[in-house]
C-alpha cells in the first residue's frame, strides 16, 4: 500500500501555485497599465490643444518651408481673437507636406502649431494606438487574456490605421 501525501502538502502547493499566478497577473497588469498610461501622456501634449481649442487661436498655415524637424508658413486666423502671424512652425511629419494648406491651432504663448480637425485628433492620438499594441500583446503574454488582448491589439490597429488614413 501507498502511503496518501498528507493534505498540507497537497493545499500548501494549491496555495504557492495560485500565488505565482496571482503575483504573474498582477505584475504584467501593472506593466500593461503603465504602458497605457504612457500612451495616453505622450498623446495628450498634443491632443489637448487640438480637443480643448476653445478660446486658443485658430485658423490655417500654407507651408513654404521645411528644414530641421519642422516646416513654416503664414498663419491666418479663422477664429475670433486671432492675429494673422508671418510664421508659424508645424512639426514636419509625414503628415505635413510643402505647398499645403491645413487647419491649426496654436499653442497658447507660442509660435508652434497643431493640426485640427478629425485628422489632427487622430494623429495625435498615435502614441496611444502604439501603446494598446505593445499593451495587447503583453496581456496575452503575461495575464493571458486572449479576448481582452485582442479589444485591446484591434483597437491600437483602428487608430493608427484611421490617423493614417486621415492625414493622407
Do not use: N
Request: proline share 5%; aromatic share 6%; charged share 10%.
Amino acid at each position: 500500500m501507498i502511503p496518501a501525501m498528507p493534505a498540507t502538502a497537497s493545499s500548501a502547493r494549491q496555495v504557492s501555485v495560485s500565488a505565482l499566478r496571482f503575483g504573474r497577473v498582477a505584475a504584467m497588469g501593472a506593466v500593461a497599465a503603465l504602458i497605457l498610461f504612457a500612451g495616453v501622456w505622450g498623446s495628450w501634449g498634443t491632443a489637448q490643444h487640438v480637443m480643448l481649442a476653445k478660446g486658443r487661436e485658430a485658423g490655417t498655415v500654407r507651408v513654404t518651408a521645411c528644414a530641421g524637424g519642422t516646416c513654416s508658413g503664414p498663419f491666418t486666423p479663422t477664429s475670433a481673437g486671432a492675429g494673422a502671424r508671418a510664421r508659424v512652425e508645424l512639426p514636419e511629419s509625414v503628415a505635413v507636406r510643402k505647398g499645403q494648406t491645413y487647419d491649426v491651432v496654436l499653442k497658447p504663448g507660442t509660435s508652434d502649431a497643431v493640426r485640427s480637425g478629425p485628422a489632427g485628433i487622430l494623429y495625435a492620438w498615435v502614441p496611444l494606438g502604439g501603446a494598446l499594441l505593445l499593451a495587447s500583446v503583453v496581456v496575452a503574454g503575461g495575464m493571458r487574456l486572449t479576448r481582452v488582448a485582442w479589444v485591446l491589439g484591434l483597437s491600437g490597429v483602428g487608430l493608427l490605421t484611421a490617423a493614417f488614413a486621415a492625414v493622407q
